[in-house]
């Protein structure tokens, strides 16, 4: 449930040194490395950064209290999962851990008579345009021997906190406007405007000698300050400082999490990206159990689902591998949002009101909840589950689809007959026949969203992209769609277009492009990179046509060129893990096609992998494998792809370029012999449609 972060204000985390931009290179929000302080609850590369984000900050202090707000450089970092440490220009060593719903913060103080850690309630958001959140109301209070606590409401949604100094002989205090209230035990704001706000909050405070270590710890709550209190107590116990006690049962959480996929081979700085990938892949979305603020129950609640949009394709899949329990729990959670507030969320950032954020795409959540009932590990209600997915399809853009069979955003169109589709294989699983039959037809509609004459989407709005990037999405009937665009050379021609086969190299915009440039670049109709949500996939779509050669140079060249070790080693935002979830599947030769329970087969970039799943392993290995030579940065920089020139599974061969996800669930052993030129593996089996005939224009409309 609990992040921490050095907080600078700048996007889009609050860390760092950059100002808001979507279009060019970044400019510089700070010409150096600071922080101000310390805040909680992060939002992890994506774009929306002001819901719930960078809340309860807290500043270590050898200055007056005037100075609050005032940022310091930042030195010696040291970034570990689950922990965090610097030394701020003031001389203070910071070092900060967290567990599932509490943090712990260690300072380590010059000498000072008057050292203070002070707690202000009233940040949110970013130092950005448009990018501060101010909370609604608040209340903080002085408890006495140590303790004190808050609730603010920010984004008509409360957090609570209640906090703890282990140093008893310090003072505690309340404050307002950087003043003191001297004796004051509590402070409640009924109603606050950005006109209004002013900073407020706790702060302890005392004599410190050089080096001497003061230990503040913080639980936190959706459900008020004394739900806040024992998970503290829970966690940390109420005696002995608990920094190390927390670092350590996180360290070991995450330690069980990444040992659960394991590669061989490849070089030193691949094999980092693919580590911190990993890493990335496994932060969001947040589950904080027993803490919803909507509804009493106890059970799992998920937030940070930022958005669907960005998680379904990759990351999700990669949840229901590495962590079936927390998938389960994502899916029930979902369950009962749709149950609480009518539809399921694209995105779900922990904030009252109606920008729950459906423009990206519609009823995506029906993928994952198909897979999971394919897989049979997800213990849920599954006919209380295919009523909310039923009722779900009829809402928003689905109304105009039900009764018209299109609707614009024409992507939106592919979303809803996807997912009429998902819903179709659960509808029939559970006997029932009929929905079944209704729900298959009407996802026959995905044909009405496309130009027969072009073999692309029909003109409409696009959200980030264009007809180009979404026209390569993976449907279930991708044998139809093939067909319908003139077949596979058609399909292929235009795919190799979109991938720049064949064209001059482009230059990349700088910093403030000029609008001109901007639409020169888009008028390319190419393929932008990865940082593109709609573009994820489209590499796939060549084993449809019988090329798996054409993906596996694609995407070799994406994992060789567009991901480093370093500062900027991501080609964009990772969007809460889905590009990074995108380089593990990618690097493991395996590409999950979501809502279908089926993955793609390709040059994996290690020897060997073996991702472990419950008590079995699912083993990847190769023959043939050539590691890229490393350039003079650390990071291997040979283009040239390898093919696969023949697979076994379980030692049988295999045709086909696609393997069921239960054959990857149940564990086995997938070998790939590979080698430096195209073979005739993958051209003559294709991955499964959902039929072998183009559907008439005439039945679908």
Same mark, same amino acid.
């Given at each position: ?14 860390? $760092?040194? &950059? ?31 002001? +819901?719930?984000?960078?809340?309860? +900050? ?30 701020? @220009? ?14 712990? %913060? ?24 448009? @990018? ?11 408890? @006495? !021997? ?12 409360? #957090?609570?906190? =209640? ?16 003043? #003191? ?24 405070? $005392? ?29 940390? $116990? ?18 069980? #999490? ?21 890493? !990335? ?138 997912? =009429? ?23 026959? %509609? ?16 696009? &959200? ?36 720049? &086969? ?40 060549? %084993? ?27 080609? @964009? ?75 076994? #599974? ?16 149940? $564990?086995?052993?997938? %070998? ?25 224009? +005439?039945?679908?409309?």
């Amino acid at each position: 449930m609990v992040s921490a972060c050095a907080y600078s204000g700048a996007y889009p985390t609050g860390y $760092g040194r &950059y100002a808001k931009n979507t279009e060019g290179v970044p400019e510089l929000l700070f010409d150096r490395l600071q922080a101000s302080g310390f805040t909680h609850f992060q939002q992890s590369g994506t774009g929306a950064i002001r +819901k719930y984000y960078n809340y309860v +900050k807290v500043t270590p202090m050898v200055q007056a209290l005037d100075a609050l707000g005032e940022a310091w450089p930042l030195r010696d970092e040291v970034a570990e999962a689950g922990y965090y440490a610097a030394t701020l @220009g003031t001389g203070i060593r910071c070092e900060i851990t967290v567990g599932e719903k509490v943090a712990v %913060h260690r300072y380590t103080f010059p000498e000072s008579s008057s050292a203070r850690i002070v707690i202000d309630l009233s940040v949110g958001g970013l130092a950005i345009d448009l @990018g501060r959140t101010v909370p609604l109301r608040a209340h903080c209070e002085s408890l @006495g !021997h140590g303790h004190v606590q808050g609730t603010v409401v920010m984004e008509g949604v409360p #957090l609570s906190v =209640h906090a703890e100094v282990v140093n008893p002989r310090w003072r505690q205090m309340l404050w307002y406007d950087r003043r #003191l209230i001297d004796g004051g035990t509590r402070l409640d704001f009924d109603s606050i405007r950005h006109t209004t706000l002013r900073p407020f909050g706790m702060l302890f405070m $005392g004599p410190t000698r050089a080096g001497q270590t003061v230990e503040i710890r913080l639980g936190f709550s959706l459900r008020g300050c004394e739900q806040a209190a024992r998970n503290l107590q829970l966690e940390c $116990g109420t005696e002995e400082p608990a920094f190390d006690l927390v670092r350590e049962a996180t360290r070991d959480r995450w330690r069980d #999490l990444m040992g659960r996929v394991q590669v061989d081979g490849g070089t030193p700085a691949r094999r980092t990206v693919f580590a911190t990938s990993l890493y !990335h892949s496994l932060i969001k979305p947040c589950f904080a159990d027993d803490e919803s603020p909507f509804w009493p129950t106890s059970g799992p609640f998920a937030f940070d689902v930022c958005t669907m949009w960005d998680i379904y394709k990759t990351q999700l899949p990669l949840l229901a591998a590495l962590a079936p329990d927390r998938a389960a729990d994502l899916l029930e959670s979902l369950i009962r949002v749709c149950e609480e507030e009518g539809n399921f969320p694209i995105g779900y950032r922990m904030a009252r009101g109606a920008d729950r954020f459906f423009r990206q795409a519609s009823a995506l959540a029906h993928t994952v909840l198909a897979d999971a009932h394919a897989l049979g590990r997800a213990p849920l209600d599954w006919n209380w589950a295919l009523v909310h997915m039923v009722d779900d399809l009829r809402r928003m853009y689905g109304e105009d689809f039900f009764e018209h069979g299109i609707v614009h955003p024409i992507s939106h169109t592919l979303d809803l007959a996807y997912a =009429h589709h998902c819903t179709a294989q659960v509808a029939r699983a559970l006997n029932d026949v009929h929905l079944a039959e209704d729900l298959e037809r009407r996802s026959r %509609h995905w044909i009405n969203a496309f130009d027969p004459v072009t073999g692309l989407l029909r003109d409409s709005e696009f &959200y980030e992209g264009g007809k180009w990037n979404y026209s390569f999405r993976l449907l279930h009937d991708m044998a139809a769609r093939i067909a319908l665009g003139g077949g596979d050379a058609e399909f292929i021609d235009n795919l190799d277009r979109f991938f720049g &086969y064949g064209a001059g190299p482009v230059t990349q915009p700088g910093r403030r492009p000029p609008p001109a440039e901007m639409l020169a670049g888009y008028a390319l109709n190419r393929f932008e990179g990865l940082n593109n949500e709609p573009d994820m996939e489209a590499p796939w779509a060549y %084993h449809y046509a019988g090329r798996p050669d054409r993906t596996a140079e694609v995407v070799q060249a994406a994992l060789t060129w567009q991901f480093g070790t370093g500062p900027g080693g991501l080609p @964009g935002n990772d969007d809460s893990g889905g590009l990074s979830s995108w380089y593990v599947w990618a690097s493991l030769g395996l590409f999950p096609v979501a809502g279908q329970s089926l993955f793609l087969i390709n040059a994996p970039a290690f020897e060997r992998s073996a991702v472990r799943i419950d008590d079995r392993e699912f083993i990847v290995e190769t023959s043939g494998h050539r590691a890229n030579p490393i350039g003079a940065d650390g990071i291997d920089r040979d283009p040239a792809p390898q093919y696969v020139q023949s697979v076994t #599974l379980n030692g049988r061969p295999l045709d086909a370029t696609h393997i069921s996800a239960a054959d990857v669930h149940r $564990g086995g052993r997938l %070998h790939l012999r590979l080698g430096p030129e195209p073979s005739d593996w993958g051209r003559k089996v294709r991955p499964p449609s959902a039929s072998d005939q183009v559907f008439g224009l +005439k039945e679908t409309r």
